[in-house]
């Protein structure tokens, strides 16, 4: 008998929650997740979701209407859903992150609106970009949990006190430490739970969700606030805190272009036949846990290929004056390009006015504007 629908194997972030490797966190915050929960395709889950949901007299019309879950997705979302919307904001910060981080390459995250896998057939191969979007991803789950733990909208979870050591000279501890722990712990399950094959797939989206989450962990930092007459700071107080997404985006966008490839390597063992992956040049340094890996080539996303999820650069914005990638020369893979002017209107010869307004004047500028032929 094959899979069923539910267990069928893909890549379009069909989300499941199993809390069965939570040894890390506390016993009182594990008792409020049941294990292997499944929670659906995340377009589904995102347009449910959002702001709908008001008290718990609706949560089962709510949670009916998310298609594709099991009982045990029923159950879970009808007793948690208020961690659901922090997962479903942490994917959509992930994308947004992505878009951002690729707004300037031939393949710019694009994402396909009433479709289940939003990204298309572009994760279907085990791409450098795939592996990106996994890590972002993840990343963006464990760092919308933990904001919404420390932010007080979820009874789940609330602020880290297990992490604060003794205060420094000139400062003490207060305001609310994020619990990045607990968010990361989320996402693992969150992000991982359909990886559970001996596959070599399910290898590489574990480590590259891993390393997505763990680039919050190593980059968590003290944020102090100043006490004292005039702003004199004579005590500070200061808390654990996550940073700033966009600073991780650039972090997973480094580890993009120095992502390690991998080949694929078959041995048999007790269960059966296991894939793993392994560097595929011994000369250079084994990939970390930190670093992306992939082993499929990338298509060169220069013309539209249903098959690939590829929609082309024609017409896209190019930075004439560049040589980078975002540069016409290569964004238009050698096709050239076209150029227009364009007006706006923009606000111009401001003035600040004692006190306390600012006055601007409207003007029109003109701007060459390049696109891919």
């Known amino acids: 008998m094959g899979p069923s629908p539910e267990e069928k194997q893909t890549d379009r972030f069909v989300c499941v929650l199993s809390f069965e490797s939570s040894g890390s966190l506390e016993a009182n915050k594990r008792e409020h997740f049941e294990k292997s929960i499944r929670i659906g395709h995340i377009p589904s889950l995102k347009r449910a979701l959002g702001q709908q949901y008001s008290s718990l007299g609706s949560q089962p019309i709510l949670c009916g209407s998310i298609p594709g879950l099991v009982p045990k997705q029923l159950r879970f979302c009808r007793n948690y859903i208020e961690i659901m919307p922090s997962v479903a904001e942490g994917v959509k910060l992930g994308i947004q992150e992505c878009q951002h981080q690729f707004r300037g390459r031939r393949w710019n995250c694009t994402t396909i609106k009433d479709n289940l896998a939003i990204f298309g057939p572009v994760l279907d191969k085990a791409t450098r970009e795939s592996a990106f979007v996994h890590a972002v991803a993840s990343a963006g789950v464990a760092f919308a949990v933990t904001r919404s733990c420390a932010e007080g909208t979820s009874t789940m979870c609330g602020c880290d006190s297990h992490h604060k050591g003794p205060p ?32 070599a797939r399910s290898a590489m989206n574990r480590h590259n969700n891993e390393a997505g989450r763990t680039t919050i ?157």
């Not at 000279?169 to 001996?198: I, Q």
């Open 217 to 373: 962990l190593d980059h968590m930092h003290l944020r102090c606030k100043c006490h004292g007459l005039s702003g004199s700071c004579e005590v500070k107080t200061c808390w654990w805190a996550q940073p700033d997404f966009r600073m991780l985006g650039d972090y997973l966008k480094d580890k993009y272009d120095s992502a390690s490839e991998m080949v694929v390597e078959k041995h048999r063992e007790s269960r059966g036949w296991v894939e793993t992956l392994r560097a595929k040049y011994a000369f250079f340094k084994h990939p970390t846990e930190r670093d992306l890996v992939y082993y499929e080539g990338s298509p060169n996303f220069c013309e539209p290929n249903p098959e690939t999820g590829s929609f082309g650069t024609r017409d896209r914005a190019c930075n004439v004056s560049s040589h980078g990638i975002e540069g016409c020369d290569l964004l238009c893979c050698g096709r050239g390009h076209n150029t227009r002017t364009e007006k706006r209107k923009e606000k111009c010869h401001c003035i600040f006015h004692w006190c306390c307004y600012v006055s601007c004047q409207e003007c029109v500028r003109v701007y060459d504007v390049h696109t891919c032929k």
């Open 168 to 199: 420094g000279e000139g400062w003490k501890w207060g305001g609310c430490s994020e619990d990045a722990e607990f968010g990361v712990l989320v996402s693992r399950e969150f992000a991982d739970a359909r990886e559970n094959r001996p596959d």
